[in-house]
Each structure stands twice: as C-alpha cells, then as structure tokens.
C-alpha cells in the first residue's frame, strides 16, 4: 500500500524539535508555512500525493478565505477542519461563528467564477 493522501498542517512545534529552513523549501518567510509546504510537495513530487489543507472555522472569513485560495493555488485538493462545537466562550473568538464559517467557505466553493471553483470541487471533511 502506497501513501497517496497527505494533510499538510504546521504545528506550532517545541524548543526541542529541529526547525523546517522555509528556504529549503521556497518559502519566503521566517516560518516555514503549510502554503510552503504545499507548494513544495506540489512541486518536488509531482503526481505522487494528493495534498490536503487545514481550514478553521473559528478564525475571521476574510482572513481564513484568502488564506485556503492560497493554499489551493499552491496545490491543495482537499480540506478538513477541526470538529465544531460551537462559538468559543473568549471575548475575541466569539464574534466569529464557526457553523457560519464554514457555510461561507461552502458558498465560495460553489461561486462559478470562484478560485475553487475553477481548481476543482474541492471535499470538504468535518
């Protein structure tokens, strides 16, 4: 059995665990992103894996939206989130609700003429 499928996340990591140089792998930033991680795997392993992404639900639209139109631009085909349930209690986090999230990422989905849409129907997994 072959692995086909990979979720690409970036954890927060520890002060033991080696850091990824986001040099090495075409990166532009400090940190090496899941973006970068996508992109890498897209392109060092072309047609051996189908790259998957994170979405959450809990963070602001505008800001988690841009950031899955990047993230399948660099080659995502799938995404998944963390389970929902429900607003977070927080002050900050409140405002922001996952359930109506992830109905705005469902609709971006299905806009004809959305970045999504034009890659492809892309799964969505709960």
Same mark, same amino acid.
Request: charged content about 25%; overall charge positive.
């Given at each position: 059995?072959?692995?086909?499928?990979?979720?690409?996340? %970036?954890?927060?990591?520890?002060?033991?665990?080696?850091?990824?140089?986001?040099?090495?792998?075409?990166?532009?930033?400090?940190?090496?992103?899941?973006?970068?991680?996508? %992109?890498?795997?897209?392109?060092?392993?072309?047609?051996? &894996?189908?790259?998957?992404?994170?979405?959450?639900?809990?963070?602001?639209?505008? &800001?988690?939206?841009? %950031?899955?139109?990047?993230?399948?631009?660099?080659?995502?085909?799938?995404?998944?989130?963390?389970?929902?349930?429900?607003?977070?209690?927080?002050?900050?986090?409140?405002?922001?609700?996952?359930?109506?999230?992830?109905?705005?990422?469902?609709?971006?989905?299905? %806009?004809?003429?959305?970045?999504?849409?034009?890659?492809?129907?892309?799964?969505?997994?709960?």
């Amino acid at each position: 059995m072959k692995l086909k499928y990979i979720l690409v996340v %970036r954890g927060d990591g520890g002060p033991l665990l080696p850091k990824l140089d986001p040099k090495s792998i075409g990166g532009s930033k400090s940190v090496a992103t899941s973006i970068d991680l996508i %992109r890498y795997i897209n392109t060092e392993y072309s047609n051996q &894996f189908i790259t998957g992404a994170a979405f959450n639900p809990y963070n602001p639209m505008p &800001f988690e939206l841009n %950031r899955m139109k990047q993230k399948i631009e660099a080659g995502a085909r799938y995404a998944v989130t963390q389970p929902i349930i429900g607003k977070k209690k927080d002050e900050k986090a409140a405002k922001y609700d996952p359930v109506e999230n992830l109905k705005a990422l469902h609709e971006e989905i299905q %806009r004809p003429h959305s970045l999504e849409a034009q890659a492809l129907k892309m799964p969505l997994y709960i």
